[in-house]
């Protein structure tokens, strides 16, 4: 496996169960982050990780939960969603472990996720 | 605060022509600036990037980007698009801060339809 991977590519869950994306970099690099996708809406930055510890909480609800055990790994544990969290998640890592802004960054095809 | 603007939901060209998508932006200090494209189903596909330096920036796929700081833009730009160029297109913008983690932000997108 290259570049960064996420699954499952697709997930749909009621509103009240619990599930868990998973994404996993094999690029070496030290900062990982989460995105929310919408219909003709700008990328949301959810969480930013960096060398496994969370340096940004985009004022998310506490419904999603992240998780980053190593610097390869990066999960959002989800509970009691909303039909309005339906949206595709990407996950994205780079090598941007100061927060400097200069480094791209490389991103995983997502998970759709469908609330219902 | 920081913001970047893509004026254009959608650009349509023919095969062939030149290629422009826009993008304009507005930081307090330098800007880092980023263009990525999206195919359908998938991430991000970073394609180039302006730091500093040189403002023509040379990318992926034959595309290139011109920073243009007097008029706060960096539009991208390819001489002969292709069929294969149909994709979404976000700008993006960051800078250096004491708070850099959150500010990586990214344009709503640009969808580009290249015609036979």
């Known amino acids: 496996e290259t570049g960064v991977t996420q699954t499952p590519r697709h997930l749909v869950m009621g509103m009240t169960n619990k599930k868990s994306l998973k994404c996993e970099q094999h690029?070496?690099?030290?900062?990982m982050y989460w995105y929310k996708q919408s219909a003709k809406k700008p990328l949301e930055l959810m969480f930013v990780?960096?060398?496994?510890?969370?340096?940004e909480n985009n004022s998310v609800p506490s419904r999603f939960s992240p998780e980053c055990p190593n610097s390869s790994h990066l999960f959002l544990h989800l509970h009691t969603l909303q039909p309005e969290d339906s949206a595709l998640y990407l996950c994205?890592?780079?090598?941007?472990?100061?927060?400097?802004?200069?480094?791209?960054?490389?991103f995983g095809p997502g998970t759709r996720l469908t609330v219902t | 605060a920081q913001s970047v603007a893509q004026p254009e939901d959608q650009v349509n060209v023919a095969e062939g022509n030149p290629l422009t998508v826009k993008c304009t932006y507005s930081v307090s200090g330098n800007p880092y600036l980023f263009w990525y494209v999206q195919y359908p189903n998938r991430g991000l596909q970073f394609l180039l990037k302006y730091i500093t330096g040189d403002n023509l920036v040379k990318g992926s796929y034959g595309f290139e980007a011109e920073f243009n700081k007097s008029q706060t833009s960096f539009h991208l730009k390819k001489p002969s698009a292709l069929v294969s160029d149909s994709a979404l297109y976000f700008c993006?913008?960051?800078?250096?801060?004491?708070?850099?983690?959150?500010?990586?932000?990214f344009g709503a997108g640009t969808q580009v339809v290249v015609t036979p």
């Open positions: 994205a890592s780079s090598q941007d472990s100061s927060g400097l802004g200069t480094y791209e960054q490389y």
């Open positions: 690029l070496g690099h030290n900062a």
């Open positions: 993006a913008v960051s800078q250096l801060t004491t708070d850099s983690w959150g500010k990586f932000q």
């Open positions: 990780y960096s060398l496994e510890e969370r340096v």
